[in-house]
Nanobody
Framework: QVHLVESGGGSVQAGNSLRLSCAAS???????LAWFRQAPGKDREKVTT????????LYADAVKGRFTVSLDNDENMLYLQMNNLKPEDTAVYYC??????????????????WGQGTQVTVSS
């Protein structure tokens, strides 16, 4: 059974970097993993996805070129490196998972396992 616990949020000034971590126990090579975020008053949005076996990563246009997702399979740790942060990146960030997927296309999936979320605040 997959269990997710995020860490690494905080408050930074625009232009700085943060790295979020997600301890992802119970995953295997057929798991899709993702980072979502939800800003106050807005819907939750998908930021990036990665397939645990294929390691193919996809990104939302708003973060492409600034954020990088990675997965350490040995440690079962999912990371989100966020560079050149902007005030509009302020949100609660969640890692999410979908187990036992068929195929390596993780973007258009319904994720049903969630971490508790971690706050990221970017000031101008």
């Amino acid at each position: 059974q997959v269990h997710l616990v995020e860490s690494g949020g905080g408050s930074v000034q625009a232009g700085n970097s943060l790295r979020l971590s997600c301890a992802a126990s119970g995953i295997d090579d057929n798991t899709c993993l993702a980072w979502f975020r939800q800003a106050p008053g807005k819907d939750r949005e998908k930021v990036t996805t990665i397939h645990a076996g294929a390691k193919n990563a996809l990104y939302a246009d708003a973060v492409k070129g600034r954020f990088t997702v990675s997965l350490d399979n040995d440690e079962n740790m999912l990371y989100l490196q966020m560079n050149n942060l902007k005030p509009e990146d302020t949100a609660v960030y969640y890692c999410a998972a979908l187990a036992s997927v068929s195929g390596a296309w993780c973007w258009p999936r319904y994720y049903n396992i969630w971490g508790q979320g971690t706050q990221v605040t970017v000031s101008s």
